[in-house]
């Protein structure tokens, strides 16, 4: 079962509709939706208070066999302190600096079809003959403007995505070791090599 099936689960079991949830946790009832969805993932914040509101665990919300744990840390940033060139250099800047000595490897996510986009994807690829380009139409809006990030200290990795206004951190609870893995309901495919060799030539 996901995140959003546990979670939709969950709050029908607490007779609570989206809009009642929606205003206990001061989002919109579109975040429920979207969690529920698993179109996206509320922070570690909302992920505690919706548990309690809930009368579940947060371990029982995110124990889907996947390798993330509940060390998650999320903080705004300021792009414009980050120094000059692209939204994505300095993004990468930003994160090389909060890591010194780690190995930073580039991430290209992707979410986990659902059956109307496995349509589009379909369509897509019947109009184009281009496999997989429906993939990304579907899911380019979605995750526009966040960069993802493998960060390798050794003994720890970090899967860390940087948005215009936050960095997110979440310490992972097994070792990746191959260029392809999948965490919740998202898959990544590493799509350039460490970055910080770059930062320090």
Known sequence: MTLGEKIKKSR???????????????????????????????DIGNLKA????????????????TALDLSVTRES???????????????????????????????????????????IDCIVWLLTDLPGAGIDIAHSVDMIGTEYY?????????????????????RLAEQISGKKFTLGDLS???VQRDIALDRTK
């Open 50 to 65: 919706m548990a309690g509101l809930l009368n579940v665990s947060v371990d029982y919300l995110l124990d889907d066999g």
């Open 188 to 190: 990544f495919r590493i």
């Open 12 to 42: 029908v079991e607490a007779n609570m509709t989206q809009e009642e949830l929606a205003s206990k946790l001061m989002v919109s009832r579109q975040a429920i939706s979207k969690w529920e969805s698993d179109k996206g993932m509320p």
């Open 150 to 170: 493998l960060v390798d200290r050794g003994t720890e990795q970090y899967l860390v995505s940087v948005s215009d206004e936050f960095l997110e951190s979440r």
């Open 77 to 119: 940033i300021d792009l414009s302190g980050c120094g000059t060139g692209s939204k994505k250099s300095r993004k990468n800047r930003l994160v090389c600096e909060k890591y010194p000595g780690a190995k930073v490897f580039m991430l290209m996510p992707q979410r986990k079809l659902t059956k109307g986009e496995k349509i």
